[in-house]
């Protein structure tokens, strides 16, 4: 997960997440740096994605 590169591109992850996710709480997407697979770990609980359809999900979106 060591490409998704959160640490510069949070605020336009967690918005992207809450705006798709209307169910996600500020507490659901909440990332601290060096804790992106606590961070991924979390959503995958909340959403019922494997990590991997989350990472490609965030990777799109880092992309637009």
Known sequence: ???L???GNYNKIKGKLKQK???LTDDDV???E???DEFL???Q???GKTREEIAGEL???LED
């Open 21 to 23: 996710y209307g169910d």
């Open 34 to 36: 060096g804790k992106d």
């Open 30 to 32: 909440v990332w601290v």
């Open 45 to 47: 609980k909340k959403l």
């Open 5 to 7: 590169n959160l640490k």
């Open 41 to 43: 770990g979390n959503l």
């Open 59 to 61: 990777r799109k979106w």
């Open 1 to 3: 997960m060591d490409d």
